[in-house]
């Protein structure tokens, strides 16, 4: 799976892909660049590349939905290709990207806050400092600026028990651990919710408290909120399949 080309190389291909994906009159060509973006995603570079690409404040809303969506797909799929000391290295970047998305781009923090879940449910209970992922998460989070840390904080906390019985990939002791560590967390995420409320009353961050509650309640009354077959309460266009028609 590995590609033979250096990082700088590989990003430069990435954006003329996308380029050609979304802007090329020719559907051959279209087709071709919808290819080597979906092979791309196959390899253990597009972990590296993806990550930093995000971190590049030069790069265009396209660039942004692609990298995110691929950080997503391979949490979600092919944790397992990273190095034992890549998941904490890449939990942290994430958050650090989750935060900056926080204002805007809400489709961009939608792919990365399901990226960082999926690394929530694979990684070891040690990585966790001792408090648990979702304490964790909360603390992390929540240092940040007020504005930032509510939205970051209300994505997170309504995704988590959505995608609890997802990741098909998981050992199925791996995943009742995440299930049994969500269960044990969900006092403190309907506490860190209300608190939520007191910090920003507007109707969209009601409805959206309201909507992450009534997840955790179900997940505590025996249904998670993935009743579609694994595939996620929230359908995002494909990125790789936007413009090819």
Known sequence: KDCSMSVPSTSD????ALQALYHHPDKSVRSQANEWLQQFQQTTEAWQVSDSLLHNSESNSEVQ???SQTLKKK??????????????????????????????????????????IALVAH???????????????????????????????????ELLPQESAGYPSMWPAQR?????ALLQATSQ???????CLQVERSSLVTSQIISAFGAWVSLAGGRSGREDGGQGTRTL??????AVH
């Open 13 to 16: 291909s990435l954006k003329q």
């Open 65 to 67: 939905y692609f990298c």
């Open 75 to 116: 949490a979600q799929r092919d944790f397992e290709e990273l190095p034992a000391d890549a998941p904490k290295h890449l939990r942290d970047s994430v958050i650090v990207l989750i935060l900056r998305f926080a204002q805007g781009a809400p489709a961009v923090r939608t792919q990365l806050c399901l990226a960082l």
């Open 123 to 157: 990684m070891r209970v040690e990585d966790w400092d001792g408090v648990g992922q979702v304490d964790w998460l909360v603390r992390r989070v929540s240092g940040a600026e007020a504005g930032s840390a509510v939205a970051c904080l209300l994505e997170l906390l």
């Open 176 to 180: 009742l651990a995440f299930m049994q």
């Open 189 to 195: 995420a309907l506490a860190t919710l209300t608190s």
């Open 237 to 242: 266009p494909d990125a790789t399949a936007l």
